[in-house]
């Protein structure tokens, strides 16, 4: 053990249930936030929730709360599994066309990036002072990266700043449409909702 005392890690999830439920639940969450988040929070304010980062964040918190390594490295996986399978599934129940090739593209980044985040969540209360700084600096690392992205980047800026107002008319549309069926008492159709040519803009900026 380092000379400088470490911290005292939090209690961890005592069964193997009990990690699957956290895992799961805290990714379906986000994936869900995320999606209202993105059609309710304005301007430059969007981006927190238009944010690749973001949901590593979570993947950190679930992995400092597993008891071992392996733990870890499974619940930062299926963390930010169901996070991508909340997101595109909710954003699928709300009418928006969903491209098979991002689901794919963000599956695969949480197949790279859970459990390596996963990890990094463990490291912040190991005994051994060089991994709890590779785990904070890990995190803190893709949050500024993500941050030059979009401060630097033109493109970056004008999908971030264009994102809030395309989400609010999509939810806007949706709430006026579900109102209007439910006042017609037509429940086998309140799943569709929006119009063809608006959509939800799926596509969440890779880090």
């Not at 869900?32 to 969007?46: D, H, M, R, S």
């Not at 954003?91 to 390596?116: D, E, H, Y």
């Not at 800026?157 to 109102?179: E, P, T």
Request: contains cysteine; hydrophobic residues 50%.
């Amino acid at each position: 053990m380092d000379s400088v005392s470490s911290p005292i890690r939090p209690r961890s999830v005592r069964s193997l249930a009990a990690g699957v439920f956290l895992a799961l639940g805290v990714g379906v969450l986000t994936g869900l936030a995320t999606l209202v988040g993105q059609g309710i929070l304005p301007g430059q304010w969007n981006t927190l929730v238009n944010s690749g980062a973001i949901w590593l964040v979570a993947v950190f918190l679930v992995g400092s709360r597993m008891p071992s390594r392996a733990s870890a490295l499974a619940a930062g996986t299926g963390t930010l599994l169901s996070t991508v399978a909340a997101y595109y599934g909710s954003a699928a129940l709300t009418g928006a066309p969903i491209s098979l090739r991002n689901v794919m593209f963000w599956a695969v980044v949480a197949l790279v990036a859970g459990p390596l985040f996963g990890l990094a969540g463990y490291w912040r209360y190991d005994e051994r002072r060089m991994l709890r700084v590779a785990g904070v600096a890990l995190l803190g690392g893709v949050l500024v990266a993500e941050g030059l992205y979009l401060l630097l980047v033109p493109h970056a800026r004008r999908l971030a700043s264009s994102c809030y107002g395309r989400r609010r008319s999509v939810c806007s549309d949706l709430l006026a449409h579900q109102l209007m069926l439910g006042a017609r008492r037509c429940p086998a159709r309140l799943l569709w909702a929006g119009e063809p040519n608006k959509r939800i803009d799926t596509d969440k900026p890779a880090v």
